[in-house]
């Protein structure tokens, strides 16, 4: 395995970070101030200027990897630019390359009809509306997605659908107009995971209904959020099922296992944040006769840091290699893996962020409580650590059989 970026990734990462450096850090905090005033679901102009920018520089879409429809990255050469971008909290959206849309795309562009493609897929990927992935429910164990009540009943040349959905995250924003929805259209079948099915839902189809934003340690994320969404006997034209009845489980191993991957690749890229605002701070700060660079505590930590943050690039560099050259099933105990230590790993380094800076780290002035609370999402998003633990458990031990 050899992960050294070859000249066209090269030439992609000093392009993204010199769009960093003039145009995504000097507008964090204007972008924060704008959310924070006014009405705060209303969608930023920031965020629609650097969007403009990314497209004239040609930093669009990066994340969509063996496509026609992307700039034919592989996962492998996709992993440090999306590094970089998991560095600001609006890089990735500034790119249009964010979730849930990335794996909304993926998902449109893998299994969509021409149709589909043309009326969804296309504005996703002009970045013209946004979209939200309607799977987890508040009445059941969603780690078990087998448990889905939610149902898609054939009526005709329709299918009426009913079903209360949460941590629909983008469905609060207003230019989310698409739901990817998971629901059974067969639930008696005797293969529990032939009995769902994803279906096409337009956010402004009669009887869908955000109920309420929901929060996370008290942040909102908005304007794109994550929701609670009622569907009641909501009627959405057949043609809108996605690859055909009973094929959602097969549907989302297909749509998670670059989400995943996703999820991760960013999370380094805060990692590295975090372990430079603790270095500048311990730089500055002086405590008990001396700078607290100088404390052999802090010394460890941050070498601590240092160490889990290349062991997690690592593995995610594996993990993404594996999925070029083995495919995602061969690939699904490293992406489990990941899914369990880079989370864990920028917990971690977060943590001993926010103890250097005391008091501070605990504020919003810094952003690295809101980082921190990111990080802890990180272990339930896309799965909990004890599903992915499971899997990796079996796999392990199915070596000896």
């Known amino acids: 395995m050899y992960f050294a970026p070859n000249a066209k990734v090269t030439a992609l990462q000093e392009k ?12 964090e905090r204007r972008y924060a101030d704008e959310v924070e005033s006014g009405d705060r679901w209303q969608p930023s102009v920031v965020m629609e200027e650097l969007k403009s920018k990314a497209r004239d520089e040609g930093l669009w879409n990066l994340f969509l990897t063996h496509s026609k429809n992307g700039p034919g990255l592989t996962n492998l050469e996709y992993a440090p630019l999306c590094e970089i971008m998991g560095r600001s909290p609006i890089a990735p959206e500034a790119l249009n390359c964010s979730a849930p849309d990335t794996g909304n795309m993926e998902t449109l562009d893998l299994y969509g009809t021409e149709e589909q493609k043309e009326q969804w897929l296309k504005p996703l990927l002009e970045g013209r509306i946004r979209s939200c992935f309607a799977m987890t429910e508040p009445a059941v164990a969603s780690s078990d997605a087998t448990n889905i009540e ?7 040349d329709h299918y009426v659908i009913n079903g209360r959905k949460w ?3 983008g469905a609060p924003d207003r230019r989310c107009k ?3 929805f998971m629901g059974k259209t067969d639930p008696r079948n005797p293969d529990r995971h032939r009995q769902q099915s994803m279906v ?5 189809t009669p009887g869908v209904k955000v109920l309420r934003p929901l929060t996370v340690f008290g942040y909102d994320d908005a304007p794109l959020g994550h929701a609670e969404v009622l569907f009641e006997n909501v009627r959405v034209p057949r043609s809108n099922i996605l690859l055909g009845e009973g094929r959602g489980f097969e549907i989302a191993q ?5 989400g995943r991957i996703h999820h991760c690749m960013r999370a380094i890229g805060m990692a590295e944040r975090a372990i430079e605002d603790m270095c500048r701070r311990v730089k500055s700060r002086v405590a008990f006769g001396k700078p607290l660079a100088e404390q052999g505590v802090t010394v460890e930590r941050i070498a601590e840091a240092r160490i889990m943050i290349e062991q997690a690039r690592l593995l995610v560099l594996k993990a993404a290699y594996m999925m070029d050259t083995v495919g995602n099933k061969a690939a699904r105990a490293e992406i489990a893996m990941i899914k369990v230590a880079v989370p864990n790993m920028l917990g971690k380094v977060v943590d001993m962020a926010m103890q250097a800076h005391g008091a501070a780290g605990l504020s919003g002035d810094f952003g690295l409580a809101s980082l921190y609370a990111g990080a802890r999402s990180l272990r339930i998003v896309d799965g909990p650590d004890e599903v992915h633990r499971a899997q990796i458990g079996r796999l392990e031990l199915a070596r000896y059989n």
């Open 16 to 27: 993204i970070q010199a769009f960093m450096d003039r145009h995504i850090y000097p507008n």
């Open 150 to 156: 939610s149902t898609i009943v054939r009526d005709g």
């Open 167 to 169: 941590w629909a995250t």
């Open 178 to 180: 698409i739901a990817i």
């Open 200 to 204: 096409l839902v337009p956010m402004d």
């Open 254 to 258: 297909g749509r998670l296992g670059p």
